[in-house]
């Protein structure tokens, strides 16, 4: 019987001894989220957030480019859509989530 108790006990002593390692064994993916978080999630949400801002923000006479890479200006908001005046006699409507950029004034006048 004491044959069984010494094995238990040499057998517990390993285990106190292994939770540094087993504390090393989670920093690396600890340290693998933190570095993801910082180059990736955080920048992407805040550009999330500063587009949500700029969409808005958008109003009647601004000049945007939209995610098809035409430039017009804002003629209406119709709750998420816009009507854009891509030259005098076009007009397209757009939900305003596709448009990416808001132009400085008079950008597409200087175009012609």
Do not use: C
Request: aromatic share 8%.
């Amino acid at each position: 019987m004491g044959l069984l108790i010494q094995t238990a006990q040499a057998a517990a002593a390993p285990q106190a001894a292994s939770m540094p390692a087993m504390m090393l064994q989670w920093l690396f993916p600890l340290a693998i989220f933190a570095v993801f978080y910082f180059l990736v999630i955080r920048p992407q949400s805040k550009r999330a957030k500063e587009h949500r801002e700029m969409i808005q923000a958008l109003g009647v006479g601004n000049e945007v480019i939209f995610a098809g890479g035409l430039m017009g200006l804002i003629k209406s908001i119709n709750g998420d859509y816009a009507v854009v005046s891509l030259n005098d006699k076009t007009d397209v409507m757009v939900q305003r989530a596709a448009i990416i950029s808001v132009l400085p004034k008079g950008t597409i006048d200087g175009l012609k």
